[in-house]
């Protein structure tokens, strides 16, 4: 049951976490800085998942990206761009359609448990 | 610290050229960012733990679907296409040659010669090539779904979960000293297509009705291509087995190589080569004397072989360099 249990949560967060990433995105945020800043909220996100799903993003022009190589440290800096910030929109009006409906769900489930 | 630079070659290496360095300068930033300022290997091991294995996080990388045809499947198709590429030039290279030669000698007919022995060799070419394609495919698919362990968080060699302390043996050679799986492909790939089209020939395949090759003369030499086939399978599975270009190596690489350019020689120069009867059929065919067509095939042959002989030369010359470089 684990093993099933891990990949139905994996693939129940995939979708959610383009959704935390963009969200956070308003302002241009680095990699770990991003990590950190989700981790205050108590969302865990894969370092393996993260950059990849970032450079992802940049490509289909969700964010853009730029380099800072003014610190000692140089950093790659990624922001919302004016299309991804309609996207976000969009996709989050989605999300919260979706869990009210499935709270909805879960509550009748519930229900019917009482019966 | 050596194992950061290490463990970002070990994902970047898989990902396209494009790519790399950005990738790898993020990457390295990135691990940088969580370690703390006076950091030990166990650190690094901690935070390179919570990345995971860099062919997985490669992989994520790569977006390509990786549901049927994984990493050595691609490889071997991004490797024929090389080849393809590579049989293309020659022979456009050929079709030039002989129609400058035309025009010097003044002889129209020696042009529409070239261009349709050409024609001919690219069909043949190209039934083989997609068959050896076909049935190459199949068994990396059929090694790929039977042969390797699936459970993606899994090394497929030990089936244990990725450590960090795997780095030190899946890379000690520097990447330049490495000798590239694709290339062993390629040359696995090129020894089967040449067997098969020796074979052919030998049993007097060729344009219209005629044979190409004195059929009889190939059957002589059977032996030795055998021999030939066996030992460069031997050479390509030592090299995939030692990995990277040492002495010993570049030795037995050379040694082959050449044995099989002094066979290439030998076979060229032997004046019965071709079969008379297709040289009839040339000269049928495109209305020239039998004994002024003669010779443009061994032409074509000789360029061929001479463009083949100087390929393997720049290999063995690249594989000595390689050998040369330091271990660290």
């Known amino acids: 049951?684990?093993?099933?249990?891990?990949?139905?949560?994996?693939?129940?967060?995939?979708?959610?976490?383009?959704?935390?990433?963009?969200?956070?995105l308003k302002t241009p945020q680095y990699g770990y800085s991003l990590v950190q800043r989700l981790d205050e909220?108590?969302?865990?996100?894969?370092?393996?998942?993260?950059?990849?799903?970032?450079?992802?993003?940049?490509?289909?022009?969700?964010?853009?990206?730029?380099?800072?190589?003014?610190?000692?440290?140089?950093?790659k800096y990624y922001v919302l761009s004016e299309y991804g910030e309609e996207i976000f929109q969009e996709l989050k009006s989605q999300w919260q359609r979706t869990t009210e409906e499935l709270n909805a769900l879960l509550r009748g489930e519930k229900n019917n448990e009482d019966d | 610290m050596k194992m950061i630079d290490k463990y970002i070659h070990e994902v970047t290496y898989r990902l396209s050229p494009k790519i790399q360095d950005d990738v790898a300068l993020e990457l390295k930033s990135s691990i940088e960012d969580m370690l703390p300022d006076d950091y030990t290997e166990d650190d690094v091991k901690e935070?390179?733990?919570?990345?995971?294995?860099?062919?997985?996080?490669?992989?994520?990388?790569?977006?390509?679907?990786?549901?049927l045809f994984g990493q050595q499947v691609y490889d071997f198709f991004i490797s024929s296409l090389k080849v393809g590429g590579f049989i293309f030039i020659v022979i456009?290279?050929?079709?030039?040659?002989?129609?400058?030669?035309?025009?010097?000698?003044?002889?129209?007919?020696?042009?529409?010669?070239?261009?349709?022995?050409?024609?001919?060799?690219?069909?043949?070419?190209?039934?083989?090539?997609?068959?050896?394609?076909?049935?190459?495919?199949?068994?990396?698919?059929?090694?790929?779904r039977i042969g390797v362990h699936r459970d993606e968080n899994s090394s497929a060699?030990?089936?244990?979960?990725?450590?960090?302390?795997?780095?030190?043996?899946?890379?000690?050679?520097?990447?330049?000293?490495?000798?590239?799986?694709?290339?062993?492909?390629?040359?696995?790939?090129?020894?089967?297509?040449?067997?098969?089209?020796?074979?052919?020939?030998?049993?007097?395949?060729?344009?219209?009705?005629?044979?190409?090759?004195?059929?009889?003369?190939?059957?002589?030499?059977?032996?030795?291509?055998?021999?030939?086939?066996?030992?460069?399978?031997?050479?390509?599975m030592y090299k995939w087995k030692v990995g990277h270009?040492?002495?010993?190596?570049?030795?037995?690489?050379?040694s082959f190589?050449?044995?099989?350019?002094?066979?290439?020689?030998?076979l060229a120069s032997r004046d019965s080569l071709f079969d008379p009867a297709f040289m009839t059929y040339l000269s049928e065919r495109f209305d020239l004397s039998t004994g002024s067509i003669e010779m443009y095939p061994y032409v074509m042959l000789w360029i061929i072989v001479l463009s083949v002989i100087s390929s393997i030369v720049y290999e063995t010359i690249l594989g000595f360099k390689k050998a040369r470089i330091k271990h660290n």
Do not use: C
């Not at chain 2, 960090?164 to 390629?186: F, G, N, Q, R």
């Not at chain 2, 067997?195 to 190939?218: C, D, H, K, Q, W």
């Open chain 1, 1 to 24: 049951m684990g093993d099933l249990l891990h990949s139905l949560t994996t693939e129940l967060r995939r979708g959610s976490l383009t959704l935390a990433v963009l969200s956070q």
């Open chain 1, 41 to 75: 909220y108590g969302m865990k996100i894969d370092q393996s998942t993260l950059y990849p799903l970032l450079r992802r993003l940049e490509k289909q022009e969700v964010v853009s990206s730029s380099w800072d190589t003014s610190e000692n440290r140089p950093r």
């Open chain 2, 47 to 67: 935070v390179l733990t919570e990345f995971g294995d860099p062919s997985k996080l490669a992989r994520q990388y790569r977006e390509r679907p990786s549901s």
């Open chain 2, 92 to 144: 456009a290279l050929v079709i030039a040659v002989t129609g400058i030669m035309a025009a010097y000698t003044g002889e129209g007919g020696l042009f529409t010669l070239a261009t349709t022995i050409s024609g001919d060799l690219i069909g043949a070419v190209l039934n083989i090539v997609a068959h050896v394609f076909f049935w190459g495919m199949l068994v990396f698919v059929f090694l790929e």
């Open chain 2, 157 to 236: 060699l030990t089936g244990e979960p990725w450590k960090p302390e795997d780095l030190s043996h899946s890379l000690t050679t520097p990447w330049k000293k490495s000798i590239s799986k694709a290339s062993i492909y390629l040359s696995f790939f090129w020894s089967v297509v040449l067997t098969i089209m020796y074979f052919t020939a030998a049993n007097g395949v060729g344009p219209g009705e005629t044979a190409v090759f004195n059929g009889s003369l190939l059957r002589l030499f059977t032996p030795f291509v055998i021999l030939l086939a066996a030992a460069s399978l031997g050479v390509n």
């Open chain 2, 245 to 254: 270009w040492n002495r010993i190596v570049v030795v037995v690489n050379a």
């Open chain 2, 257 to 266: 190589h050449f044995i099989f350019v002094v066979f290439l020689i030998l």
